[in-house]
């Protein structure tokens, strides 16, 4: 087939032998984590359309950005409205909160969300035109404990997922007369270097001159570096709640600098802004983000609501983690692969396959019915812990060997209670409640073994127990 995908996106697969940042399984982990942090934290999911009317992000992300002016995937629908693939998620959720009312049940809301965002960038290395985010919005909350919050929360979230040596740079942008008089000295002094600066700042220091101080242009950065800092205009509550934000994430000691020149690409913002990079990334180092944008609801129609939050890029988390080579988990393996043999066998072997399931056992069966060699290769490729083949001998004698495919050992087990010793054996449940469970005695003298060998092993370790236990009291006693 000659037909690719389009450049800039990707295939998220099962295994792709080629990209390790697409297998499906690391994606899971990730998103698993994020879902967990978010829930800890308070934040319930939102999930809202992939596309919108075009002016939602006009208005909220803002006319001047690199968003809007370039990347928009944006077009016509045959109802003659003009709509948007979300680049961003923070004006959707802002608009699903006027929209569906959701102040008259608290004032306070925290959302999250995961899915795809859209942007027309030119495709390189950890720039996609499809990526995924991680995003939470804090809305209502006007205090610097809510950025605190949200930015303890995203580096715990990194930190849970073995991240290391980030860089967590955080700054205020003060509010919009702070701005009006930040802007006015800022061009004042690069003006003496209009002719020095990029194009594209250039263009930016009529409209948006604060975008220059995140220039990667190392002209322009050279420039910068001496430019008066914003932090000299912050307003008195503007500064108040700058400083109270460096005190809540000192007391978690939480390992940030201050930056003075991370404003953020998008317009929203006011006050709080921060930006976490990872280096091993490279050119596109920027692995999350986010800050507080008091007036993007009352800006889309809402009422004047306090809001803040983040959002994270999963493709870069995933790519710095396997980077760092931090801890990932296994990807699909079945704990248990049958094998009939004949077609006599196929039928109880399909019935065990699925008890095996409803016993939660992660179980595979072969229904190709091709060589037991190649079918023997098809399980070890899928990593499957034991392998059983089921045949004439086996329905006869109802007994089966359960093949360790690891350490090649064969544990000999009851054909119809393959799930008893599964359940014991590979997922750690108790076996003495398994026992109680049973309604029916062992049917063979096999089963009975088994279960009597783990009432001695834990007999032997109960007196190990004992013996800990009464060190540990007597020590306790001690001090008192
Ligand atoms: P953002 O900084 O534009 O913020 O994007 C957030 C994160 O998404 C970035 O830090 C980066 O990891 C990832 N990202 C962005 N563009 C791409 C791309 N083309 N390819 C790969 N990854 C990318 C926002 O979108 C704001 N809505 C964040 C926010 C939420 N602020 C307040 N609430």
Same mark, same amino acid.
């Given at each position: 087939?000659?037909?690719?995908?389009?450049?800039?996106?990707?295939?998220?697969?099962?295994?792709?032998?080629?990209?390790?940042?697409?297998?499906?399984h690391?994606?899971q982990f990730?998103?698993r984590?994020?879902?967990n942090?978010?829930?800890?934290?308070?934040?319930?999911?939102?999930?809202?359309?992939?596309? !919108?009317?075009?002016?939602?992000?006009?208005?909220?992300?803002?006319?001047?950005?690199?968003?809007?002016?370039?990347?928009?995937?944006?077009?016509?629908?045959?109802?003659?409205?003009?709509?948007?693939?979300?680049?961003?998620?923070?004006?959707?959720?802002?608009?699903?909160?006027?929209?569906?009312?959701?102040?008259?049940?608290?004032?306070?809301?925290?959302?999250?969300?995961?899915?795809?965002?859209?942007?027309?960038?030119?495709?390189?290395?950890?720039?996609?035109?499809?990526?995924? @985010?991680?995003?939470?919005?804090?809305?209502?909350?006007?205090?610097? !404990? @809510?950025?605190?919050?949200?930015?303890?929360?995203?580096?715990?979230?990194?930190?849970?997922?073995?991240?290391?040596?980030?860089?967590?740079?955080?700054?205020?942008?003060?509010?919009?007369?702070?701005?009006?008089?930040?802007?006015?000295?800022?061009?004042?002094?690069?003006?003496?270097?209009?002719?020095?600066?990029?194009?594209?700042?250039?263009?930016?220091?009529?409209?948006?001159? #604060?975008?220059?101080?995140?220039?990667?242009?190392?002209?322009?950065?050279?420039?910068?570096?001496?430019?008066?800092?914003?932090?000299?205009?912050?307003?008195?509550?503007?500064?108040?709640?700058?400083?109270?934000?460096?005190?809540?994430?000192?007391?978690?000691?939480?390992?940030?600098?201050?930056?003075?020149?991370?404003?953020?690409?998008?317009?929203?913002?006011?006050?709080?802004?921060?930006?976490?990079?990872? !280096?091993? #990334?490279?050119?596109?180092?920027?692995?999350?983000?986010?800050?507080?944008?008091?007036?993007?609801?009352?800006?889309?129609?809402?009422?004047?609501?306090?809001?803040?939050?983040?959002?994270?890029?999963?493709?870069?988390?995933?790519?710095?983690?396997?980077?760092?080579?931090?801890e990932t988990p296994q990807s699909y393996h079945p704990t248990i692969f049958l094998i009939p043999l004949?077609?006599?066998a196929k039928i109880p072997c399909f019935q065990i396959l699925n008890n095996l399931r409803i016993n939660g056992i992660k179980a595979q069966m072969d229904f190709?019915?091709?060589?037991l060699?190649?079918i023997m290769?098809y399980a070890n490729q899928l990593g499957s812990k034991f392998v059983v083949v089921i045949g004439d001998n086996e329905l006869k004698t109802k007994q089966v060997e359960l093949k360790n495919m690891e350490t090649g050992e064969k544990i000999l087990a009851p054909l119809f209670h393959l799930s008893r010793i599964l359940r014991i054996e590979v997922e750690g449940e108790d076996f003495i409640r398994i026992w109680k469970e049973m309604n029916a005695p062992f049917e063979q003298p096999l089963e009975a073994e088994f279960f009597l060998k783990k009432l001695q092993q834990s007999i032997d370790s109960t007196k190990h127990l004992t013996e800990e236990l009464?060190?540990a009291?007597?020590?306790? @006693?001690?001090?008192?």
């Amino acid at each position: 087939m000659d037909i690719k995908a389009p450049p800039g996106v990707f295939d998220i697969l099962p295994k792709d032998p080629q990209e390790e940042w697409h297998n499906s399984h690391l994606w899971q982990f990730v998103e698993r984590v994020m879902r967990n942090t978010a829930e800890q934290y308070g934040f319930q999911e939102i999930r809202t359309p992939i596309f !919108e009317r075009t002016e939602l992000f006009q208005r909220g992300v803002g006319e001047t950005s690199d968003i809007i002016t370039k990347e928009m995937y944006t077009f016509i629908d045959k109802g003659e409205r003009s709509l948007s693939l979300r680049p961003e998620g923070t004006a959707p959720v802002a608009r699903a909160y006027i929209e569906h009312h959701l102040s008259h049940d608290s004032p306070v809301q925290k959302f999250y969300y995961i899915g795809p965002m859209f942007r027309y960038e030119r495709a390189q290395a950890g720039r996609y035109r499809q990526h995924h @985010q991680f995003g939470v919005e804090a809305i209502g909350n006007s205090s610097p !404990e @809510q950025d605190a919050e949200l930015i303890d929360m995203l580096y715990t979230l990194y930190t849970r997922l073995g991240l290391k040596n980030l860089r967590v740079m955080v700054n205020s942008i003060g509010d919009a007369p702070c701005r009006i008089k930040y802007k006015e000295a800022l061009k004042n002094y690069l003006k003496q270097y209009f002719d020095q600066l990029s194009e594209d700042s250039q263009k930016r220091f009529e409209k948006n001159p #604060l975008r220059i101080l995140d220039s990667k242009d190392p002209q322009d950065k050279e420039i910068v570096a001496k430019a008066p800092s914003i932090l000299e205009f912050l307003s008195e509550d503007c500064k108040k709640h700058f400083e109270q934000l460096l005190l809540l994430l000192n007391s978690l000691e939480i390992p940030y600098e201050i930056n003075d020149k991370i404003v953020r690409g998008l317009d929203y913002y006011n006050r709080t802004v921060y930006e976490v990079v990872a !280096e091993e #990334l490279g050119a596109q180092n920027s692995i999350g983000g986010g800050g507080r944008y008091d007036g993007l609801i009352k800006e889309l129609g809402g009422d004047d609501t306090p809001s803040t939050g983040f959002a994270t890029g999963i493709e870069r988390i995933i790519q710095a983690m396997l980077g760092q080579k931090a801890e990932t988990p296994q990807s699909y393996h079945p704990t248990i692969f049958l094998i009939p043999l004949g077609d006599e066998a196929k039928i109880p072997c399909f019935q065990i396959l699925n008890n095996l399931r409803i016993n939660g056992i992660k179980a595979q069966m072969d229904f190709s019915g091709r060589k037991l060699g190649k079918i023997m290769n098809y399980a070890n490729q899928l990593g499957s812990k034991f392998v059983v083949v089921i045949g004439d001998n086996e329905l006869k004698t109802k007994q089966v060997e359960l093949k360790n495919m690891e350490t090649g050992e064969k544990i000999l087990a009851p054909l119809f209670h393959l799930s008893r010793i599964l359940r014991i054996e590979v997922e750690g449940e108790d076996f003495i409640r398994i026992w109680k469970e049973m309604n029916a005695p062992f049917e063979q003298p096999l089963e009975a073994e088994f279960f009597l060998k783990k009432l001695q092993q834990s007999i032997d370790s109960t007196k190990h127990l004992t013996e800990e236990l009464q060190t540990a009291m007597k020590k306790m @006693q001690d001090i008192l």
